[in-house]
C-alpha cells in the first residue's frame, strides 16, 4: 500500500483546537469594540463637563441670584443652580442664541425654586441677611428686608424687571404669565415698596 | 441712589464661589447625564388589554355619572375666578360692580376687535383688554393718581397731548405711542397698545370716551 498517509490530529483535538482560536478572535474583536466604545464615552463626559462649567460661569450667578430671591437661603439656591444645570445637560434643549438660552435655563430655575419653597418646612438661615448685618450695611439689609417682604408674584416680577432688566413681556415667557399680570404684579410690587421703605429711595 | 441699584448692590453679595462651583461640577460628574436610559418596561400582553380596558370602563362611568355633580354657572353671569384676587367677568356692568366704580367700554378704537376681555385686579382695578388680529389695547382704571398700568420701560420720547380738557402723557419709541396715562375726578387712567398707535389716534381715543 503505497498511499500517501495524511497525518492528521485525531478529530476531537482538531475540533478542539479550531474553538479555541474561534473563541481567541472573538475575545479579540470584542476587547477591539469595547476600547472603542470606553473612549467614545469618555469623550463625550469630557465633553460634557466642559459644556456644564461654561454655563455655570455664564449664568451661575444669574441662576443662583434668582433662586435666592425665591428661597432665602444659600444651601437651596445652590440645589437649585445644580439641578437647573442637570436639566440643561439632560434636556440638550435647542435654543436659538444666548437670550434664549438665559431665558431658558432662568425659567427653569423659578420652576424649580418654586416646587422647593413649597417642601421646605423649616425656613434656613439667611446668609445674606447676616452678610449685610456684618458689613454693617443697614441701607442694604432695610432693601433687602423690603424685598423679601413681597409675595412671591411681585417679588419675582421686581428681581427680573429691575435687577435681570427683562422686558414685562419677557418675563412672562419666563414665568409663564400673561404680560399683563406681569405688568400688575410689578405696579403693586412698587407701591407695596414704596410703603415699607417710606419713599426713601426712587425707582428711577 | 435708586433702589434699583440698592438692589444691585445687594445682589452682588449673592456669587457663586470657587468652592460651591467646585462642588457643583464634581456632582454633575457624579450624576452622570450621558447614562443610556433604561429599557421600558413592557407589560404583558394580557395585563396590557387589561388596563386598557380598565381606562376605558373608567371613562365610561365618568361620562355617565360626572354631569349629574357639576352645576353650571348661571348662563347669565358666569364668574370664572383665577385666584381670590384676580378675577375674570363677563361683561363691563360686572366689572364695575366687582371693582365698586364705574368702568365703560372704549368705543370707535382704530381697529377691528375680535375679542373682549374684563379682568378685575385685587378689587380695587379694573383692566378691559382689546385684541384684534394685529393689535392690543389694555385699558385701565383705578382709584388715585398713580401710574397703573405696571409699564416701567424707558421709553425715548414722552409728549403731552391735551383732548377733551384732559392732559395725558404719551411714551413710546419711534414714531408710535405704547402708552397713554392720566389721571382725572381722584381716578387713574392708562391705555397700553402693544403695536403702538400714533398720537392722533390716541387723542380721538380719549376724546371719544372720556
Known amino acids: 500500500m503505497s498511499d500517501c498517509l495524511i497525518q492528521r490530529f485525531p478529530a476531537p483535538i482538531e475540533r478542539l483546537t479550531a474553538a479555541i482560536f474561534w473563541f481567541i478572535s472573538q475575545f479579540h474583536s470584542f476587547a477591539l469594540n469595547t476600547g472603542a466604545q470606553t473612549t467614545n464615552q469618555l469623550a463625550v463626559h469630557e465633553a460634557v463637563n466642559q459644556k ?35 436639566q440643561y445637560l439632560k434636556t440638550a434643549p435647542v435654543l436659538e442664541n444666548e437670550n434664549h438660552e438665559k431665558a431658558w435655563l432662568l425659567r427653569v430655575a423659578a420652576n424649580l425654586s418654586k416646587n422647593r419653597i413649597k417642601y421646605n418646612e423649616k425656613r434656613k438661615v439667611d446668609e445674606l441677611d447676616e452678610t449685610l448685618a456684618s458689613q454693617e450695611r443697614e441701607d442694604l439689609s432695610f432693601v433687602w428686608e423690603a424685598v423679601k417682604s413681597l409675595p412671591e408674584p411681585y417679588r419675582e416680577a421686581i428681581h427680573l424687571f429691575y435687577y435681570e432688566g427683562y422686558s414685562t413681556a419677557q418675563i412672562g415667557s419666563i414665568l409663564n404669565q400673561k404680560e399683563a399680570t406681569v405688568r400688575s404684579n410689578l405696579h403693586r410690587g412698587r407701591k407695596k415698596l414704596k410703603e415699607i421703605l417710606k419713599e426713601a429711595y426712587d425707582f428711577e | 441712589m435708586t433702589l434699583s441699584k440698592r438692589y444691585d448692590e445687594v445682589m452682588a453679595h449673592i456669587e457663586v464661589t470657587d468652592e460651591m462651583r467646585s462642588r457643583i461640577l ?17 407589560f404583558p400582553g394580557a395585563k396590557k388589554y387589561l388596563s386598557i380596558a380598565a381606562c376605558f370602563a373608567l371613562l365610561l362611568v365618568g361620562a355617565l355619572t360626572l354631569p349629574r355633580y357639576l352645576t353650571p354657572d348661571s348662563p347669565e353671569n358666569p364668574i370664572l375666578a383665577q385666584n381670590d384676587d384676580i378675577v375674570n367677568v363677563s361683561s363691563i356692568e360686572e366689572l364695575s360692580d366687582t371693582v365698586g366704580f364705574e368702568v365703560n367700554n372704549i368705543t370707535g378704537l382704530p381697529f377691528e376687535v375680535e375679542q373682549t376681555e374684563y379682568t378685575a385686579y385685587w378689587q380695587e382695578m379694573a383692566q378691559v383688554s382689546y385684541a384684534g388680529e394685529w393689535q392690543t389695547l389694555i385699558y385701565r382704571k383705578s382709584v388715585g393718581e398713580e401710574d397703573n398700568s405696571g409699564d416701567y420701560t424707558d421709553y425715548k420720547n414722552c409728549i403731552n397731548i391735551e383732548a377733551n380738557h384732559i392732559s395725558a402723557q404719551l411714551k413710546g419709541n419711534g414714531e408710535s405711542y405704547n402708552l397713554a396715562i392720566w389721571n382725572v375726578d381722584g381716578y387713574s387712567y392708562s391705555i397700553y397698545s402693544e403695536n403702538g398707535l400714533s398720537a392722533e389716534e390716541f387723542i380721538k381715543i380719549i376724546d371719544d370716551n372720556f
Open chain 2, 26 to 42: 464634581n456632582n454633575i460628574q457624579k450624576a452622570d447625564v450621558t447614562a443610556p436610559k433604561k429599557n421600558l418596561l413592557h
Open chain 1, 52 to 86: 456644564a462649567a461654561q454655563l455655570l460661569d455664564k449664568y451661575g450667578n444669574h441662576i443662583l441670584r434668582l433662586s435666592y430671591s425665591y428661597l432665602h437661603n444659600m444651601s437651596d439656591a445652590e440645589d437649585i443652580l445644580q439641578d437647573t444645570l442637570l
